[in-house]
């Protein structure tokens, strides 16, 4: 009888606590994605995520790529995986970062040759503190043991992705679970000039051998141009429609050579 | 230790890169009228490209290009691959229906890294466009040179008798 009357008390707490828990309620989708790479390799990576609850601040580099199931690490930088992560697009000024099994990544002293002959170490912020913002990319390297997927980790953004593209070269991220079909996304404000490629905006994608391909965003001049594509579309440099998807996570180099900027929001 | 490790990773990577062919971005906004097709030519010693007859006599064509790529404006930019140089210059030559072919005023040295690279962490931002062009040079035929050297052997073959 007395185990009867604790079970019913029991029931009746565990009711009552029921009633008075709310529910969490929010919109924060943490976001996991692999990133196949194979070892020996080269490769631009994009910044797909925001950070865990910051209002979709950016993200610390430590805390977006995971270190997890890695085999290329070790105590020596020229054996281990590599981030490489352009800092200042002017000067084309990179930290270097190694994968150490026991510090993760950790950041490796370079030395920058200067007009003058001089010699300027370069020392990496701490990976922990470095901010990476969605739409960037980065570099990966990896070495010939690397055979694990690289994944990437972070809070997805409500927003639709977007980066700012100015002047010169950007290295650019499009932050997507999806391949980008270079013709299937928003370009607005990307520049043709005036037909001819050299004074329109390229895009330089990095393959998977390590060759570089060039694709041009081309807008018929229209009289005298019959011949050449309509309207506005990325051509290779014999006026042929760019076929190319970039896989999802990948980047890519975006010369801007009109002097302006715009923002890149492919998902409008 | 470890900026000696450091140092020797930055060789090792740029040397991995360095070891790849080039690519030359070449262009022409100021296209003399008439032009048909353009070439890009290697000269070891850098100077001015020949052509002869049916082939450059001084330096070697690289690439060629027609067709779409000769827009109404200009040769719009391509991207050429070669093998690394240590010496030498790249011109453009042009060519019209006339048989006429015209040699770029400037050309490209071998070792100009803002038109050509193959380092992929930092991509050219420049590309090879001369302004100005020599003008238009007739291209030797084959009939006329030959019968050229024919009128010589034969004038040499006479004096020989004359004297």
């Not at chain 1, 800092?87 to 370079?110: C, F, M, P």
């Not at chain 1, 579309?233 to 009109?258: C, H």
């Amino acid at each position: 009888m007395k185990n009867i009357f604790m079970i019913a008390l029991a029931c009746a707490v565990t009711v009552c606590l029921y009633a008075e828990m709310a529910s969490v309620d929010g919109s924060n989708i943490v976001g996991f994605s692999t990133v196949d790479d194979n070892g020996n390799d080269t490769s631009i990576l994009a910044v797909p995520y925001v950070s865990c609850l910051n209002n979709d601040g950016d993200i610390m580099l430590a805390d977006l790529i995971s270190t997890n199931g890695l085999a290329g690490h070790s105590t020596d930088p020229t054996q281990a995986d590599q981030l490489i992560v352009l800092i200042d697009d002017n000067g084309l000024k990179y930290y270097y970062y190694y994968l150490d099994l026991e510090d993760g990544w950790t950041g490796i002293e370079t030395a920058m040759k200067q007009p003058d002959g001089s010699e300027v170490v370069v020392t990496p912020t701490a990976a922990a503190s470095l901010p990476v913002s969605r739409g960037e990319g980065f570099w990966l390297k990896r070495v010939e043991t690397s055979s694990n997927p690289l994944y990437v980790q972070g809070e997805v953004s409500a927003s639709n992705p977007s980066t700012s593209i100015v002047d010169g070269l950007n290295l650019v991220g499009y932050g997507s679970g999806e391949a980008m079909g270079l013709n299937s996304v928003d370009w607005t404000g990307a520049d043709g000039g005036n037909g001819l490629l050299q004074n329109s905006d390229k895009i330089i994608v990095v393959e998977a051998d390590g060759s570089l391909s060039y694709y041009y965003y081309f807008t018929n001049p229209g009289t005298g141009w019959e011949a050449y594509p309509a309207g506005s579309s990325w051509v290779k440099d014999d006026y042929t429609q760019a076929d190319i998807n970039i896989p999802a996570g990948q980047g890519f180099w975006y010369l801007r050579r009109d002097g302006g900027s715009f923002n890149f929001q492919p998902d409008n | 230790m470890k900026n000696t490790l450091c140092f020797a990773f930055i060789f090792v990577f740029f040397a991995a890169v360095s070891a790849k062919a080039v690519v030359i971005h070449w262009a022409v906004s100021s296209m003399p009228s008439g032009t048909t097709s353009a070439q890009l030519v290697y000269v070891s010693d850098g100077t001015t490209p020949v052509y002869d007859t049916d082939q450059f006599s001084t330096g070697s064509s690289i690439d060629s290009v027609s067709g779409l790529a000769v827009t109404p404006l200009g040769i719009s930019e391509q991207n050429t691959e070669d093998i690394t140089r240590s010496s030498g210059s790249y011109y453009i030559v042009l060519f019209n229906d006339s048989d006429q072919y015209n040699v770029s005023s400037t050309s490209l040295a071998y070792d100009d890294s803002s038109a050509i690279t193959s380092d992929e962490t930092s991509p050219a931002t420049g590309t090879f466009d001369p302004e100005t062009f020599d003008g238009w040079i007739p291209v030797p035929e084959p009939g006329s040179a030959a019968i050229l050297a024919l009128g010589a052997g034969l004038l040499a073959l006479r004096r020989k008798r004359r004297g």
